[in-house]
């Protein structure tokens, strides 16, 4: 899932604090899972928000509403018979979602309410670790179902390089080395002589260095 | 025992603190409470093992937003004891009673009679 954390308070109140109707747009997927952008969320902020500017004397309408998800065209499309009441959306919903908010909506100011950060899994509940970068082109069936694109720090495709001591990255005693648990999980599935394999250069331009990109299916297009 | 404490508190009775959201808190904030304290069990000694834990983690944060907002953390206070210490309860609540009192009504309660008037 994409992985997003929580904007401070005080970073929020500043970019609204200019308007009068604020929609608090939470997100049913990713956001809600990673106890980001979710209904319970959504809640919280708004409750906090309407109490903030009561206090300070100013008079804002906060509303909630919470979307199945912000990055397909017919969810967004349930609010827009009341998006008109509104001067301004603080979505929840990750980057993909504001933007798509913000594509769809020209004349309505959108802020986002959280930092998107990457696509990761739960390891436990409030620990979120990344384990994709998207690169466009998967190398996973070569290096054990362990990605060094994601998991190493350079991205060593041949690894592990010299500063990996003891299984842990030469970056932080706390980051495992990735060409370690490829090598360690090689070896458990008896597939050692894979690791002889030397893996090419990588084609980068399905990765961000070939500018944005796009996945066209006209098998799926109607 | 026969023991009084303040009658300025309401008792919401829930089945665990664990059930205790940082949104109930708050809200009580929004409907004009002057202060929330959760009472659970002892730590370590929660029936579903981590309730009182998660209530505390839960205070903590519900402190850091009203501190931020201006209404004030200490507003919200965790206390623990066992379910035979009647005295110590009452305890609590004088104690709860004082603090709030010290700190003066919720400014939220005021803005919003303000508002209107």
Known sequence: MIVADKKPIEEIIKEIESYNRVLILGCNECVTVCEAGGKKEVGILASALRMYFLNQGKDVKIDEVTLERQCDHEYLEEIRDRVDKYDAVLSLACGVGVQFMAEKYQTLPVYPGVNTCFLGVTEKRGLWTERCQACGKCILAKTAGICPVSRCAKRILNGPCGGSTNGKCEISKEVDCAWQLIIDRLKALGKMDDYENIIPLKDWSTDRAGGPRKVAREDVQL | ?117
Not at chain 2, 18 to 37: N, Q, S
Not at chain 2, 83 to 95: D, K, N, V
């Open chain 2, 1 to 117: 025992m026969r023991l009084n404490y303040p009658t300025n508190i309401k008792i919401i009775r829930v089945p665990c603190t664990g059930k205790v959201d940082i949104l109930h808190i708050l809200r009580a904030f929004e409907k004009g409470a002057d202060g929330v304290y959760a009472v659970g069990c002892m730590e370590g000694e929660c029936h579903y093992n981590s309730g009182n834990l998660r209530a505390r983690k839960r205070i903590e944060q519900a402190k850091k937003i009203l501190d931020t907002i201006g209404v004030g953390g200490e507003r919200v206070q965790m206390r623990n004891l066992s379910s035979a210490e009647g005295p110590r309860f009452a305890q609590y609540a004088s104690e709860m009673d004082e603090l709030i009192r010290k700190l003066g009504p919720n400014p939220i309660k005021l803005a919003s009679k303000k508002k209107a008037a």
